[in-house]
């Protein structure tokens, strides 16, 4: 097993191939052959804009599981409906990572790539208290290039929390910043927030929704939500400064589908000015449980030897939304990203407590 350090968020096998299209203007004018693609949403599109962005490296082969019809008892309360739904969101996954802008709003809006990556991926609940869910996500991908490792490679992915009849709430305001928010008991009622954090356990965005349990269909839908940039993004663009979504996941008998339906804001939420919007994106995220490879052994072996690490790092967090009304972070400290020295530290046998403490509040404004 060998860790691997979030520099790529996910792994990808894109090969797409361009068709060639003729134009004619008249029958006197010659024809050419320019590369283009068909993509839904858009039409047809130039070949590079076609073959969508995300890395190149190869996935070793995977076995689906046979599909299985989704399994929440029908005599059950609502309560114990949605738990059921929750806790299925756990196994071992092919994870696929789409994404594409959808239309442009403003005059400036340029036409770009979709995306597009994948990976196999272990979803675990850490945590389990009735009312609170927690799921830890952990890459564990395997290679089939000979450049790369036999071992699989391994990667504390993001986390979410699901809580029940949440009236506090930390909303992302732009900035890596995040207010407490409450909201009344009646909003609440009924209802679950997911907070989603990322690979270093800081937080990314936290919303609440309703899950609905209609015949064969077991679906959660989120209010709108703000967020910061994706990774996928934040270090290529500057033309916009948070998404703001609503979320949709859905159970299926192949597993369950994330969907996002995201506007691309280039002003902060806290602006008194009324807001402008890029684009609006799709996001179609599929997670399809596996079979092969074993993803269990891997991701054990790591948190074996960095659980009680990332423990620390989750108490930490926890201190900081019960005591602050705001959060604030640094995007670097001496030019690194707050994952790198927690990964860092997390595999050090000299590491304690005090040092996820040190690293946290260095981060912090």
């Known amino acids: 097993m060998r860790v691997f350090l979030p520099l790529i968020a996910a792994f990808a096998l894109c090969s797409i191939g361009c068709q060639s299209v003729q134009h004619s203007d ?14 839904f949403g858009w039409g047809v599109l130039p070949a590079e804009l076609a073959i969508p962005g995300g890395g190149n490296t190869l996935g070793a082969k995977y076995t689906p599981s046979e599909p299985k019809a989704v399994e929440i008892p029908e005599d059950a309360t609502d309560f114990e409906k949605d738990r059921a739904a929750i ?39 850490i945590e389990d208290r009735g009312t609170f869910i927690s799921l830890q996500h952990t890459l564990v991908m395997f290679f089939d290039e000979e450049d790369m490792p036999d071992e699989p490679m391994v990667m504390k992915h993001w986390r979410q929390d699901w809580t029940y009849e949440d009236q506090t709430l930390f909303t992302f305001q732009g900035d890596l910043t995040w207010k407490r928010q409450q909201i009344n008991a009646e909003q609440a009622k009924g209802a679950w927030s997911q907070t989603v954090f990322q690979v270093d356990d800081s937080p990314r965005y936290e919303v609440v929704g309703r899950w609905t349990h209609q015949g064969n269909l077991s679906r959660w839908t989120s209010r709108l939500d703000a967020r910061p940039l994706p990774r996928r993004e934040f270090s290529q663009r500057s033309d916009y400064t948070l998404l703001e979504g609503v979320h949709q996941i859905t159970l299926t008998p192949t597993g369950w589908v994330h969907q996002q339906d995201n506007l691309k804001r280039t002003s902060g939420m806290d602006s008194s000015e009324a807001p402008v919007y890029l684009s609006t994106e799709i996001g179609i995220n599929r997670y399809t449980r596996i079979d092969e490879p074993s993803l269990t052994e891997a991701a054990g072996d790591y948190f074996e030897t960095a659980g009680d690490y990332w423990a620390s ?53």
């Open 26 to 39: 008249s029958d006197v004018t010659p024809s050419i052959q320019v590369p283009r693609s068909y993509v």
């Open 87 to 125: 806790l299925a969101l756990a196994g071992s996954y092919k994870v696929d990572f789409h994404f594409m802008e959808a239309m442009g709003l403003t005059t400036e809006f340029e036409k770009r790539g979709r995306y597009n990556s994948w990976g196999t991926e272990l979803v675990e609940v």
């Open 313 to 365: 790092v989750r108490s930490v967090w926890e201190e900081l939304f019960a005591s602050r009304d705001v959060i604030a972070l640094y995007r670097t400290v001496d030019e690194r990203p707050q994952f790198m020295p927690h990964f860092e530290a997390a595999t050090d046998e000299s590491s304690t407590p005090d040092t996820a403490r040190e690293i946290i509040q260095s981060y912090l404004k």
